[in-house]
């Protein structure tokens, strides 16, 4: 924990310091008559994240803050195989949907999250998978007219939009 | 007595058979629309649009407002069983709404919701009926200092919100308001902050990516954590006894609902604000006034039931500047302003007077659209409960999915997905740290009406700051939000001179 | 369970196998038609003129049922429309045959002043020009200025704290006022807010001291009399505000005539076939009842325009805009 509360701050005063650097390609002074230009507001607010930062480190030195005392480790081995499995599945899927797209990725990811995680049925674990594409197809293609990524399986569906446009 | 008798003919026009039907049909899809993270009254009411041909406009008007009003309602529905807010709206309803769920009382929050919003909804539509004109030129007189000034109380009204980390709680505030800059300055024109040069960033950091990938993915990666992978979360139950004693224990909260009604309908006819500060604000206020300020955000039934009164109240005050000036107040009313176009309605003050069945079409069908919404809502908690007590390993899936095709849909872009799971990957790494999220969140939603007004504001006085003194209801305003910005220094100074020792025990 | 397994992934394996099958059989030899829901992208906000218009082009498509597939709008309004113009260059595949987009006079502005994005508008396909919108001169009738001489001793009384609010920096409004300010003299203050809805409300609530709104987005506040148009930017005078005569009128050369655009393009590489549909479907609907009716009503001018005629359109537009943005210093 003690270490994890360092290396955040770290990682985020150097997001800050980018962030400065990024906000200052818009002028960041105060243009006489108009007040502060483009780039004044994230900057100067970028920069009260960075002064966070140091404020956090030097609570971090002092040992002032309850995680820079805290002995428990941040993350433990359960934890962290529990957070690489969600975290990790639900990345692998919205990377799927770019390729296979929605409707594809969906029910790979309840097959794998049900039954490797969950160790459900395979009846409960089919039928979610199948009725959950299913359901949001009628719900926002046709309901809500909201059209979803579909990658390179989009040609699989012109049948249907014929079929019900 | 001619308003009476106006609306007279409205409720005439609302109670035949097939507007009947639509108002069912509206509030009951309007309900899940709102429940979904990320959809909300806008994606109900833009499918309107089409349907304006097939029914006659004033059957459109009706199914329009049902939708409307039950989009609102849903919108508590996900805020307080998954912990997601589905719009701006409900952000307040998560404080206290997820930690109330978390301890088995979610049918206490969600009938409180429900009632309040009946009450909010109430209150605000008599209001309207009874006062649109003259309170069409208070919207008016709100230019961008007073928009500025507005947006410093809404935050002041919530300097208490973050955690007992300062450091941690203003980098929170900060990270949300830069974050918020990202895309188009409006001022210079330029595009600022496209990281990468990716073309997402072009329309900047919406809210809701923020809000669905800290409360929805982050929220999950945190409940599989503590819940240690497989176990059933929320052990809500529901019997006819509980609904009654729900209702019962309304009498605690009825002073933060109608507080939360009379505020955020004033705060929702304002014209760039719109619901989301009308239901911060009524939250902090409620926790202001309360005896027991502590145990808000620990499971507090007042924090439910202020901003829920508050927002139904305000997204009634919304459509009064959208009427009677033509100003959107909020992306919905946007998509409306857009209907009235189709139905060749002109917005602005004479409205009132030459579409007279049209306005009071709609008034009328937003009392029946209420009185609906919180039946179906009421007769629907059963469900929710049931979705409640799914296995952890079915929910959890499903809540992800949920979020990601809620962080599409806006936007239609997979960018923003992107962002989506990046939030809540580092929302859940950092929350870890005490890092408090709900600054950031609302750092976000005023961010970006704040800097342009403030921006405006200066231009227009040539650069000096007294504008937001000198006019006089910025001025009072800015007052009353330095005076609550003091208000907790004052008492972090008074506890530090009481107990000296206590910065240096470690 | 495992030959449950089995069975369903061989019952998958055959709906796919037979969606397929249906792709590769042959069409109908007939014109060409959209195979799925066309991308209809907008290229401003919610809520503004363009995003009225847009909406209205797709219920009246709906309502003669002009398209097999449902047009779905979409706003992306992002970087003053460059998010917009991006995505329509960047579209592949099928999906160039399946987005069009609702453009106003930020098609021109926006690839001049942001050279980054590598945005040549002359590759983008035309498909139908809707409509011009006109510009007035608009001030608040408490303050007593029914004409032009009266506004131009207004505003150089008040010198830089006349304000003048607008949309957007470097656009339409910032251009009309920058010919304004060097024709008369004056040295007006421009301040940018959010959309036209907002800035005809900063005028009406005399946040503002004048603007140059569209009339769609003054019409409400000037029937109720609270605002009024005391000059036109158009060639001559419009049937709605008849006693707002045009500049050219007055003499003032130094002010041209104005117009915002509202047209539909196509996204760059269309087929031929895509083309066509398309400007059938657009021409279709700048005939009926209800979009010729929205025209009267919201003083729009112009003939429909598509295809070779459009393009030359756009490069003389785009030449105007060039220069004008250099005059002002924008570029």
Not at chain 2, 140 to 155: D, K, P, T, V, W
Not at chain 2, 347 to 357: Q, R, S
Not at chain 2, 424 to 435: A, S
Not at chain 3, 243 to 261: C, H, N, R, S
């Amino acid at each position: 924990m003690r270490l994890a509360e360092l290396v955040m701050a770290v990682v985020m005063a150097i997001f800050s310091v980018y962030l400065m650097w990024k906000s200052a390609e818009l002028p960041i002074g105060w243009i006489p008559r108009e007040g502060p230009g483009g780039g004044a507001w994230p900057f100067w607010l970028a920069t009260g994240m960075l002064v966070c930062c140091i404020a956090i480190i030097v609570r971090w030195i002092r040992r002032t803050s309850p995680p820079s005392r805290s002995s428990e480790p941040y993350m433990d081995k359960t934890t962290i195989k529990l957070f690489v499995v969600g975290a990790g599945s639900l990345g692998v899927m919205i990377a799927a949907i770019h390729i296979i797209g929605v409707y594809f990725a969906v029910p790979l990811f309840l097959l794998f999250y049900m039954r490797y995680v969950g160790r459900h049925q395979w009846i409960t674990t089919a039928a979610l998978a199948s009725a959950t594409p299913i359901v949001s197809f009628l719900f926002f293609e046709i309901v809500l007219r909201i059209t979803l990524p579909k990658g390179y399986s989009e040609p699989l569906f012109y049948p249907l939009y014929d079929f019900f446009f | 007595m001619e308003i009476l008798s106006l609306l007279g003919n409205g409720f005439l026009v609302a109670f035949q058979p097939l507007n009947l039907a639509l108002v069912i049909l509206g509030c009951a899809l309007g309900l899940f629309i709102g429940a979904m993270p990320g959809l909300g009254s806008v994606n109900g009411v833009a499918i309107l649009l089409p349907m304006t041909f097939i029914v006659p406009p004033t059957g459109a008007i009706i199914f329009l407002a049902a939708i409307y009003y039950g989009a609102m309602y849903g919108g508590a529905i996900s805020s307080i069983m998954l912990g997601i807010p589905g719009a701006s709206t409900a952000v307040a309803t998560t404080f206290d709404g997820r930690p109330l769920a978390l301890q088995g009382l979610a049918d206490r929050a969600l009938i409180t919701a429900a009632a309040a919003s009946f009450i909010g909804g109430t209150i605000s539509i008599v209001l309207f009926t009874g006062f649109a004109p003259p309170l069409a030129a208070v919207a008016l007189a709100f230019g961008s200092a007073e928009e500025f000034a507005l947006m410093i109380l809404a935050f002041a009204t919530f300097v208490g919100l973050g955690g007992d980390d300062i450091p941690k709680t203003l980098f929170s505030i900060f990270i949300g308001l830069v974050l918020s800059a990202v895309g188009l300055d409006i001022i210079s024109g330029q595009p600022r902050l496209i990281f990468g040069d990716i073309p997402g960033f072009y329309h900047g950091i919406n809210f809701l990516v923020l809000a669905i990938g800290i409360y929805g993915i982050g929220e999950i990666l945190w409940t599989i954590e503590s819940s240690g992978g497989d176990v059933n979360v929320s052990q809500a139950t529901l019997t006819f006894r509980r609904l009654i004693e729900g209702f019962r224990g309304m009498k605690e909260t009825i002073k933060g609902t109608l507080m939360g009604s009379f505020l955020g309908y004033f705060v929702g006819i304002l014209p760039a604000a719109g619901a989301t500060p009308g239901s911060l604000m009524a939250y902090g206020v409620a926790k202001t006034m309360s005896k027991d300020p502590d145990s808000f955000g620990k499971g507090n039934i007042e924090g439910v039931a202020a901003p829920e009164a508050a927002n139904n109240a305000a997204s009634t005050g919304s459509m009064l500047p959208m009427l009677t000036l033509g100003i959107p107040g909020s992306p919905t009313t946007a998509i409306l302003l857009g209907g009235m176009v189709i139905w060749g309605l002109e917005p602005g003050p004479l409205l009132f007077v030459e579409h007279a069945e049209f306005v009071w079409g709609l008034i009328a069908s937003l009392y029946i659209a209420n009185l609906f919404s919180v039946l179906l809502n009421i007769s629907f908690i059963p469900l929710f409960i049931w979705v409640l007590k799914l296995p952890f390993t079915i929910l959890a899936p499903i809540i992800f999915i949920l979020c990601v095709i809620g962080g599409y849909a806006p936007t239609q872009d997979l960018h923003d997905v992107w962002l989506m799971f990046i939030f809540g990957v580092v929302g859940y790494l950092m929350r870890k740290l005490d890092y408090p999220m709900a600054p950031a969140v609302l750092a976000i939603v005023l961010g970006p009406l704040a800097e342009p007004a403030m921006r405006q504001s200066l231009i227009i006085s040539n650069g000096s700051p007294m504008i937001f003194f000198e006019r006089p209801i910025a001025g009072s305003i800015m007052v009353v939000a330095i005076v609550l910005l003091l208000l907790p220094l004052f008492k972090v100074i008074k506890g530090a001179l009481s107990k000296p020792a206590s910065g240096s025990q470690a | 369970m495992k030959t449950l397994f089995r069975s369903a992934m061989y019952t998958i394996l055959g709906v796919l196998v037979m969606a397929f099958g249906s792709l590769v059989a042959p069409q109908d030899a007939g014109a060409w038609e959209p195979r799925k829901p066309v991308d209809f992208v907008i290229m401003a906000g919610k809520g503004g003129g363009a995003d009225k218009m847009a909406r209205l082009m797709q219920t009246i498509i709906e309502k003669h049922k002009l398209s097999t597939k449902p047009f779905i709008p979409i706003n992306k309004p992002g970087g003053s429309g460059a998010e917009s113009l991006i995505h329509l260059k960047n579209a592949s595949g099928v999906n160039k045959d399946h987005t069009v987009m609702v453009t106003l006079n930020s098609f021109y502005t926006t690839p001049l002043r942001q050279p980054g994005l590598g945005v040549d508008i002359s590759t983008f396909t035309p498909v139908g020009r809707m409509a011009e919108d006109t510009f007035l001169l608009w001030v608040h009738k408490d303050s007593g200025i029914t004409n032009v001489d009266q506004f131009v001793k207004a505003a150089k009384a008040k010198g830089n704290n006349w304000i003048m609010a607008g949309t957007g920096k470097g656009q339409e409004d910032q251009l009309l006022t920058s010919f304004l300010n060097a024709a008369y003299g004056l040295n007006m203050k421009y301040v940018p807010f959010k959309g036209g809805g907002r800035v005809a409300k900063e005028l009406a609530g005399k946040h503002a001291d004048s603007t140059v709104n569209n009339p769609s987005e003054q019409l409400g506040f000037y029937q109720a009399g609270t605002t009024r148009p005391i000059a036109a930017f158009t060639p001559d005078r419009m049937e709605l505000f008849p006693d707002a005569p045009t500049f050219q009128e007055l003499g003032q050369k130094g002010i041209p005539v104005y117009f915002m655009q509202r047209s539909v393009v196509g996204a760059p590489g269309m087929s031929k076939g895509a083309q066509k549909y398309y400007q059938k479907v657009f021409s279709k609907v700048y005939k009926t009842s209800e979009w010729q009716d929205y025209m009267k009503k919201k003083s729009l001018r112009g003939a429909f325009l598509t295809g070779k005629k459009l393009k030359k359109y756009w490069a003389v537009e785009k030449d105007i805009h060039q220069k004008m943005l250099k005059d002002i210093g924008e570029i």
